[in-house]
Nanobody, 122 residues
Framework: QVQVVESGGGLVQPGGSLRLSCTASGSIHLFYAMGWFRQAPGKQRELIAVIDSTGVTNYPDSSVKGRFTISRDNAKSTVLLQMTSLKPEDTAVYYC???????????????WGQGTQVTVSS
């Protein structure tokens, strides 16, 4: 099986910074992509940043462009999300998703972490 674990959430003042970390482990054959989603109260979960196996990044949510940076450490199977200039509207539960295959020739599947709370408030 594959386990995905996030860490690094917490309470931060507006304008502050946080760094989230996500590590995937277990029976992983190939990484396809890893991404960060967030879900605010009463809203749907949305993709905010993704990085593929070659290191190409994408930020579908325009509200985080220029403030959030996704990066990966392949040796550690870890993806980071550096968040700066945080705003109250960034408050949400942040989830990591890993798209990986578990054996040669198998199709990739999605694996999710349990989520980490980020609260931006004074």
């Amino acid at each position: 099986q594959v386990q995905v674990v996030e860490s690094g959430g917490g309470l931060v003042q507006p304008g502050g910074s946080l760094r989230l970390s996500c590590t995937a482990s277990g029976s992983i054959h190939l990484f396809y992509a890893m991404g960060w989603f967030r879900q605010a109260p009463g809203k749907q979960r949305e993709l905010i940043a993704v990085i593929d196996s070659t290191g190409v990044t994408n930020y579908p949510d325009s509200s985080v462009k220029g403030r959030f940076t996704i990066s990966r450490d392949n040796a550690k199977s870890t993806v980071l999300l550096q968040m700066t200039s945080l705003k109250p509207e960034d408050t949400a539960v942040y989830y990591c998703r890993a798209v990986v295959s578990t054996s040669q020739g198998s199709e990739p599947n999605e694996y999710w972490g349990q989520g980490t709370q980020v609260t931006v408030s004074s």
